[in-house]
């Protein structure tokens, strides 16, 4: 290895550690979000089930105007609402329903039972309990840790120089389109680990152990567990939604099944962005070190996430991601509790000189595509 490349790798680890902040402001820190925390949990009861209960109603609603739309159309601009009402329900069912059930941002809410992590179902082809693990367990727990956080490469991406450069990188930024064209097939997979057993079976120079991995091991064994998880979940999804659909249909299927698609697809491309801009923008750190406590934990979440401003419709559709950050400090907060929130986070940041990284969507989106170009090379 070169002199260079060693100084490269030097000055990234280095200025992965570095902080701001002493020992004793650190801690002050940590205090002042706790302290918000527990301010806003106390809030949390009555209000919070007629939101989502609202959510959700609107979101049966969408779903059945859609179906209904794309079963009767006779013309291109009823069919269009037909998608468009389905995308809405898709992408509310995704992020705004499913992301936060499954974080049990309701499960100590006994009015919100249907929205409790172990009975929410959603309309994707990827499996609860295996999301649950990968995202909850090991992506919220240690976000940011190349040797833990299964987020940092996504199975697919070289992001820092604490990513060992393969072959496939090179294209990485095609990589990244196609897989936004199809983050709910993507995500099912990375999710059950099925993926790791594909790219290692199929990409000249893959290494799974340079990625941290859903499973514990990679034998045969652990292929047909991932295998039954996504196909319990996958079979049933694509069933009910290109089969059952079509059926019913009859000889209109063709544009039942084209809308039933284009609203999945719509669905695809605006979650990825929105997760890739929550984790893979310029200024998102990613680091080699674990955190010894608890503010040092909060400091990690805060640096290896982003935020993307937008308005109160663009942050419903972005199930509130778009407020990555608190949604990490805090993942257990339901979603339009995080809103609520942001502009003390911002406050606090600031006042220790933390970066809080928020820009404009388009701002962020092209953050993203400068990064995954840049380590592409």
């Not at 999804?237 to 079509?246: I, K, Q, R, S, W």
């Not at 084209?258 to 929105?274: D, E, H, K, P, Q």
Request: net charge negative; glycine share 6%; hydrophobic share 35%.
């Amino acid at each position: 290895m070169s002199q260079v490349t060693l100084d490269t790798l030097r000055s990234q680890v280095n200025e992965a550690r570095e902080t701001p902040l002493t020992e004793t402001q650190l801690q002050a820190f940590a205090q002042e979000l706790d302290a918000l925390k527990k301010e806003v949990q106390a809030k949390i009861g009555p209000d919070d089930v007629v939101y989502i209960e609202t959510v959700y109603q609107i979101c049966r609603l969408c779903e059945v105007t859609g179906r209904l739309l794309l079963h009767t159309s006779r013309d291109p601009v009823s069919w269009g609402l037909g998608v468009l009402f389905l995308y809405v329900y898709l992408q509310l069912d995704n992020l705004e329903l499913h992301h936060h059930a499954q974080h049990g941002a309701y499960d100590k809410l006994p009015e919100a039972r249907r929205f409790h992590s172990d009975v929410y179902w959603h309309n994707s082809s990827v499996d609860e309990e295996s999301w649950r693990y990968r995202h909850n367990v090991l992506h919220h727990s240690y976000t940011g840790q190349v040797d833990r956080d299964p987020d940092v490469t996504y199975g697919y991406y070289r992001l820092s120089e604490l990513i060992d450069k393969q072959v496939f990188h090179t294209i990485q930024p095609a990589v990244l389109v196609l897989n936004t064209l199809g983050a709910e097939g993507s995500l099912g997979l990375v999710s059950s680990g099925l993926l790791d057993f594909m790219m290692h079976a199929t990409i000249p120079g893959y290494e799974k152990l340079n990625y941290p991995s859903v499973n514990k091991s990679h034998d045969l064994q652990a292929l047909a567990d991932s295998l039954r998880r996504h196909l319990r979940k996958a079979v049933p999804h694509y069933a009910y939604n290109y089969g059952l659909f079509a059926l019913l249909a009859g000889h209109r299927w063709p544009q039942v099944t084209l809308g039933n698609l284009t609203a999945a697809l719509l669905r695809n491309v605006f979650t990825g962005l929105i997760f890739y801009t929550g984790h893979m923008t310029e200024q998102v750190k990613h680091y080699d070190w674990h955190p010894s406590n608890r503010a040092e934990w909060y400091l990690q979440q805060i640096e290896g996430t982003a935020n993307v401003a937008g308005s109160r419709l663009f942050s419903l559709l972005a199930g509130h991601l778009n407020y990555q950050i608190e949604h990490h400090l805090f993942p257990k907060l339901p979603p339009n509790r995080l809103e609520e929130i942001a502009p003390k986070v911002q406050a606090i940041c600031e006042r220790y000189g933390v970066n809080y990284n928020t820009g404009s969507f388009v701002d962020q989106v092209a953050s993203v595509f400068r990064r995954i170009t840049r380590y592409s090379r």
